[in-house]
């Protein structure tokens, strides 16, 4: 494959084999615990790497090694490994990669679970974790300066679609040696690669656009092989992989995720705008938008905005109760990334790990609602979000 295809061929056709023994075009599903070999000697020379194949499934399976190649070559990555959570991939990154006195730098804006692993959990273990207010730079640069061995951003942020700067953060890591790694759930490598920006591991929640369909969970980590390396053998140890039938969902998703995301991308745009223009929204929330504060940055490093936006409407949390049910084209729920429109309050979806006063903390007004566009057809969802607005 060339590096410029376009999104819908690199999804269809990046790292495609023909299996071996079958010539299948689709990856089979590998439902093995087990591998069995005929001679010791051939089975200790695979236990051993020092030849190709598969011991147990929570090591490897063929079927998971196939997704980890298709997402390493999405995300112009040297090599990758697979989770059955994103928070799997999220936890044992950060466990495989931090020592006690190390420091991690982060942004107050990650997702929920994730602000509390540098909030609660890394300093239970005595790692120094900084957590910097998320759009200032020179912050974060200042943190990076005074020590650190790990740097953890997200782009766009969960839920407040905040843009993180890439390229001059993950270049201010390695200037002290840093790890700069990125959550890439919300861009997706069809929009944004930041491994390409000068990032070292590129993290997926894979149950969100990665499977798309809302009916697997999963996790990635790819990148610099090296690191990829230490993850998993991590992971080896506390054994959260990714199941040979989880992975075979994940590889069929991954042929649409070109298209898919075309389409949540143009979809999301235009609802912004529109809501924008509503009288009884305060805010609108997306890095499309001229009027984001991040977008001249989000120009330079995607080629589409993804497929999340958030407004606040006036009336606050009480608003948002009475608006919600009303809409006909979403359900209410704790997911995005679907072919599905998913809404939700950060206080039920992003942040529901967090007490009142933590999210106050975190700078998530109680008034937000993160709409996940799907991928319907734009003028039903503009008439759905006229209809629930005009009820109030
Ligand atoms: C940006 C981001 N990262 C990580 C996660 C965690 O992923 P999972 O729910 O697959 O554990 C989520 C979940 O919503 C997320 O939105």
């Given at each position: 494959m060339h590096q410029n295809e376009g999104p819908s061929t690199r999804s269809v056709h990046l790292s495609r084999r023909i299996d071996p023994s079958t010539h299948a075009i689709v990856p089979p599903i590998c439902a093995n615990t087990a591998f069995a070999y005929e001679d010791i000697e051939t089975w200790r020379a695979v236990a051993l790497n020092q030849a190709p194949g598969d011991i147990y499934s929570r090591n490897s399976n063929p079927t998971t090694t196939a997704f980890e190649e298709k997402v390493a070559a999405l995300e112009r990555a040297e090599s990758a490994t697979s989770f059955a959570t994103g928070m799997a991939a999220i936890s044992t990154t950060l466990f495989a990669l931090l020592s006690p006195s190390q420091h991690a730098v982060s942004v107050r804006d990650a997702y929920g679970a994730t602000y509390l692993h540098f909030t609660q959990i890394l300093p239970r273990f005595g790692v120094i974790c900084d957590v910097c207010e998320t759009e200032d730079h020179e912050a974060i640069e200042a943190a990076i300066e005074q020590g650190c061995d790990v740097l953890y951003l997200e782009s766009p942020t969960n839920p407040t679609l905040k843009v993180l700067d890439l390229a001059r953060l993950s270049a201010a890591a390695k200037k002290v040696g840093a790890i700069a790694i990125v959550d890439n759930t919300f861009a997706t490598p069809i929009n944004q690669t930041p491994i390409a920006l000068g990032a070292d591991l590129v993290i997926h929640s894979a149950t969100k656009f990665l499977c798309g369909h809302g009916d697997v969970?999963?996790?990635?980590?790819?990148?610099?092989?090296?690191?990829?390396?230490?993850?998993?053998?991590?992971?080896?140890?506390?054994?959260?992989?990714?199941?040979?039938?989880?992975?075979?969902?994940?590889?069929?998703?991954?042929?649409?995720?070109?298209?898919?995301?075309?389409?949540?991308?143009?979809?999301?745009?235009?609802?912004?705008?529109?809501?924008?223009?509503?009288?009884?929204?305060?805010?609108?929330?997306?890095?499309?938008?001229?009027?984001?504060?991040?977008?001249?940055?989000a120009k330079r490093q995607m080629s589409g905005f993804g497929g999340v936006l958030s407004f606040e409407l006036k009336g606050g949390f009480e608003a948002v109760t009475r608006f919600l049910p009303r809409l006909r084209y979403a359900y209410m729920a704790a997911n995005l990334g679907q072919v599905e429109t998913i809404v939700g309050p950060p206080a039920t979806t992003s942040h529901v790990e967090l007490s009142d006063e933590e999210r106050a903390e975190a700078g998530v007004p109680e008034g937000l609602i993160r709409y996940a566009v799907g991928i319907e057809d734009l003028d039903d969802l503009k008439a759905d979000l006229t209809q629930a607005l005009a009820s109030l």
């Amino acid at each position: 494959m060339h590096q410029n295809e376009g999104p819908s061929t690199r999804s269809v056709h990046l790292s495609r084999r023909i299996d071996p023994s079958t010539h299948a075009i689709v990856p089979p599903i590998c439902a093995n615990t087990a591998f069995a070999y005929e001679d010791i000697e051939t089975w200790r020379a695979v236990a051993l790497n020092q030849a190709p194949g598969d011991i147990y499934s929570r090591n490897s399976n063929p079927t998971t090694t196939a997704f980890e190649e298709k997402v390493a070559a999405l995300e112009r990555a040297e090599s990758a490994t697979s989770f059955a959570t994103g928070m799997a991939a999220i936890s044992t990154t950060l466990f495989a990669l931090l020592s006690p006195s190390q420091h991690a730098v982060s942004v107050r804006d990650a997702y929920g679970a994730t602000y509390l692993h540098f909030t609660q959990i890394l300093p239970r273990f005595g790692v120094i974790c900084d957590v910097c207010e998320t759009e200032d730079h020179e912050a974060i640069e200042a943190a990076i300066e005074q020590g650190c061995d790990v740097l953890y951003l997200e782009s766009p942020t969960n839920p407040t679609l905040k843009v993180l700067d890439l390229a001059r953060l993950s270049a201010a890591a390695k200037k002290v040696g840093a790890i700069a790694i990125v959550d890439n759930t919300f861009a997706t490598p069809i929009n944004q690669t930041p491994i390409a920006l000068g990032a070292d591991l590129v993290i997926h929640s894979a149950t969100k656009f990665l499977c798309g369909h809302g009916d697997v969970l999963g996790g990635v980590v790819c990148g610099r092989k090296d690191l990829v390396e230490k993850v998993y053998r991590y992971r080896e140890l506390t054994g959260p992989s990714m199941d040979a039938h989880v992975a075979f969902l994940m590889l069929r998703s991954l042929k649409t995720l070109g298209l898919r995301v075309q389409r949540h991308n143009e979809n999301a745009l235009a609802l912004a705008r529109f809501l924008e223009k509503q009288l009884k929204v305060e805010r609108v929330y997306y890095p499309g938008l001229e009027s984001h504060p991040g977008h001249e940055i989000a120009k330079r490093q995607m080629s589409g905005f993804g497929g999340v936006l958030s407004f606040e409407l006036k009336g606050g949390f009480e608003a948002v109760t009475r608006f919600l049910p009303r809409l006909r084209y979403a359900y209410m729920a704790a997911n995005l990334g679907q072919v599905e429109t998913i809404v939700g309050p950060p206080a039920t979806t992003s942040h529901v790990e967090l007490s009142d006063e933590e999210r106050a903390e975190a700078g998530v007004p109680e008034g937000l609602i993160r709409y996940a566009v799907g991928i319907e057809d734009l003028d039903d969802l503009k008439a759905d979000l006229t209809q629930a607005l005009a009820s109030l």
